[in-house]
């Protein structure tokens, strides 16, 4: 996907070098080039003494192409660039889906095992919705998983890639009660004492029946800038009141269950995206540095030598 640069500006022009395991080369070329200079200025010197009198300033300019020439293909091993470095600011989720892994952040997911969501297959929509959360995520992001029904328990922390892994074992957790408040109470404590901006997602029937009011909490946590979204799995109708009120608080709920396949794929996959566009904005961290490189320097200095090298070759040295 494009992505659709806002504002950008160059904060830094930099000579750098590609290949610095080249310098002991260059120092030896120099100092190997000066000898060979050194010695055949006095052997032409003694010579033009003696028989080659027409030796002159003609021949010393040739050996001094020479000596240029191989000092610049010496340089050019070191691979000499420009580097430009530019901060882009991403303000939209097409700039965060180009830049992702250069602004990571910590998704803590919440999966409710209590025993209504054993029910159908509550669990099996569940665990489709973290995969697709998973597969949005970028590869520098940080994943939490944690399953809660009265109480919260830790499954896994660590890199997007090895969390599918802890996925079959989510049905094997059965948690009495549902106490959504309990857990984002938990996740905003975890959030907080990362030091990564963090989104918590919430995967639940909706089911609450423990704990404190959890609209006040999620409200009180996207104040906070620990934006909340919620998936809803199933059709218990003890949600359905739940969830209109997150909705009309501002709260983004996904109804797993009104759309399927590539539709609900794009669904999860904007809403995890505008997330976390929403808690960089929220930690001031939406500016990413970008350095591209130019092989300019290099190629000018094969470029000058070759130059040098038809020309000592065109007088027939």
């Known amino acids: ?54 030796l002159g300033r003609r021949t010393a300019v040739y050996d001094y192409l020479k000596i240029a020439t191989a000092v610049l293909l010496a340089f050019s091993a070191l691979n000499p660039m420009i580097a430009y470095t530019r901060a882009i600011e991403v303000a939209s989720t097409e700039d965060l889906v180009a830049y992702s892994d250069k602004l ?40 939490v998983i944690a ?18 892994n802890i996925l079959r074992t989510i049905s094997d957790y059965t948690i009495e009660y549902t106490a959504i408040s309990t857990a984002l109470g938990w996740a905003s404590s975890r959030a907080k004492s990362s030091g990564l901006p963090s989104v918590v997602v919430v995967i639940t029937d909706g089911a609450n ?33 739940l969830f209109y009120e997150l909705s009309a608080t501002g709260i983004e709920v996904v109804d797993v269950g009104s759309v399927s396949g590539e539709a609900l794929e794009k669904l999860l996959e904007k809403a995890v995206l505008e997330k976390k566009l929403e808690v960089l904005r929220a930690s001031g961290r939406t500016v990413v540095y970008v350095t591209e490189y130019s092989n300019t320097p290099t190629y000018a200095l094969l470029l000058t030598a070759l130059v040098l090298l038809i020309v000592l070759r065109s007088e027939g040295v």
């Not at 399953?147 to 599918?164: I, N, W």
């Not at 959890?214 to 009141?241: C, H, N, W, Y």
Request: hydrophobic letters at 40%; glycine letters at 8%.
């Open 1 to 54: 996907m494009q992505a659709t640069i806002t504002r950008q500006r160059l904060t830094s022009v930099e000579l750098v070098v590609g290949n610095p395991w080249a310098a002991p080369l260059l120092l030896l070329t120099i100092a190997l080039l000066y000898t060979l200079y050194a010695r055949t200025r006095r052997t032409r010197r003694i010579l033009s003494e003696t028989i080659y009198l027409e």
């Open 104 to 143: 990571p952040v910590q998704y803590i997911v919440l999966v409710d095992v209590s025993p209504s969501m054993h029910r159908e297959n509550r669990l099996e929509q569940a665990v489709e919705a973290i995969e697709q959360v998973v597969a949005t995520v970028g590869s520098s992001d940080r994943v």
């Open 147 to 164: 399953v809660f029904g009265g109480r919260v328990r830790e499954l896994y922390s660590g890199d997007p890639g090895s969390a599918l």
């Open 209 to 241: 029946n423990y704990g404190g009011n959890p609209v006040e909490t999620a409200k009180a946590m996207s104040s906070q800038g620990i934006p909340v979204l919620f998936i809803r799995v199933g059709s218990d109708p003890r949600g359905t009141s």
